[in-house]
């Protein structure tokens, strides 16, 4: 059983940056992982992917070139760097991890059933 556990959220100005982490308990090797996020009213999206090595990343477009993910396998958890910030960011972000399925790449870490742990989420609010 693999627990995700969000921190880092808060409060940011717009322009601002804020990096949310993703620690995991649990054996994670080989493991996708994955952020979403929902805003108020809205559905939750895709933000970020990565796999285990690293070595690949995948972005919804909304945060195409402002946001980084990356992991630290050692330590077992995974980051969210997020530059340039602006006030449609603001939403309740998740961690998700991907235990084996055989579908790789963009067009399935896009979507939410692929995922077999979830975070409990952090907030993130992005004030203008």
């Known amino acids: 059983q693999v627990q995700l556990v969000e921190s880092g959220g808060g409060l940011v100005q717009a322009g601002g940056s804020l990096r949310v982490s993703c620690a995991a308990s649990?054996?994670?090797?080989?493991?996708?992982m994955g952020w979403f996020r929902q805003a108020p009213g809205k559905e939750r999206e895709f933000v970020a992917a990565?796999?285990?090595?690293?070595?690949?990343?995948y972005y919804g477009d909304s945060v195409k070139g402002r946001f980084t993910i990356s992991r630290d396998i050692a330590k077992n958890t995974v980051y969210l760097q997020m530059n340039s910030l602006k006030p449609e960011d603001t939403a309740v972000y998740y961690c998700?991890?991907?235990?084996?399925?055989?579908?790789?790449?963009?067009?399935?870490?896009?979507?939410?059933?692929?995922?077999?742990?979830w975070g409990q989420g952090t907030q993130v609010t992005v004030s203008s």
């Open positions: 649990g054996r994670t090797f080989g493991y996708v």
């Open positions: 990565i796999n285990w090595s690293g070595g690949a990343t």
């Open positions: 998700a991890a991907d235990r084996d399925s055989d579908c790789s790449g963009y067009g399935c870490y896009v979507l939410q059933e692929l995922y077999d742990y």
